[in-house]
Structures are given as C-alpha cells and as structure tokens.
C-alpha cells in the first residue's frame, strides 16, 4: 500500500521561501506530484516529477518553484523561491506508477493529507 507524508509548510513572508517534502513509502518508481488549493478556489497543479527526473511545471510555478527527490530516501521536495501572497494554500503530494509526467488531478492514485503554507504580504 503506497502512503504519502508531506511537511514543511508553515508561515513565510513575501518573498521568502519555504521547502516542501514528500515522503513515500509502499513503493519505489512512483511520478510524484504537487498539487494545491486555495481557499474558495479550484484544485491547482503545481509541479511533477518522475523517477528518472523529469520535471513539468505550472506556468505560475515556473523560475519560482523547483521540484527535485531523491530516490535513496524516496522522498520529493518542492522547494519554493519568491513566494506570493497568493502562493497561499494547502499543498498536497500525489503519487502514481507511471513514468509519464502528469498534471491532471485524476491520474494520481495515491494523495497525501496536505500540508498548509501561508504567505503574508
């Protein structure tokens, strides 16, 4: 059974930064996504990745946010520069067993609890 863990989010100013991490465990080669949601807005991709390291961003995470993992501690990070107000969301981890870099919501099977970050302006 594949589960998920995401950490650290938290409080950043504008313009700060904040690193994201998602634990996986239950299986190895997983295409391990960024999702988030704002308050009273629809679900958002942000960035993914594959097992081999091949990357897709949002436009509105693109020269601002990067995804990496790595593969000894299966773990994916979403390290995130220059942060906006409307950054602010929770952010969730998402994992499938494809190598394909997906960004709709429905191809993920596996979705983490989420975890909160807030920017103030």
């Known amino acids: 059974q594949v589960q998920l863990k995401e950490s650290g989010g938290g409080l950043a100013q504008a313009g700060g930064s904040l690193r994201l991490s998602c634990a996986t465990f239950?299986?190895?080669?997983?295409?391990v996504g960024w999702f988030r949601r704002a308050p009273e807005k629809d679900e958002e991709f942000v960035a993914t990745?594959?097992?081999?390291?091949?990357?897709l961003y949002a436009d509105s995470a693109k020269g601002r946010f990067s995804i990496s993992r790595n593969n000894g501690t299966n773990t994916v990070y979403l390290r995130m520069d220059r942060l906006r107000p409307e950054d602010t969301a929770v952010y969730y981890c998402?994992?499938?067993?494809?190598?394909?870099?997906?960004?709709?919501?429905?191809?993920?099977?596996?979705w983490g609890q989420g975890t909160q970050v807030t920017v103030s302006s």
């Open positions: 990745i594959n097992w081999m390291g091949g990357t």
């Open positions: 998402a994992a499938h067993e494809s190598g394909v870099l997906f960004s709709s919501r429905g191809a993920y099977d596996y």
């Open positions: 239950g299986r190895t080669r997983l295409g």
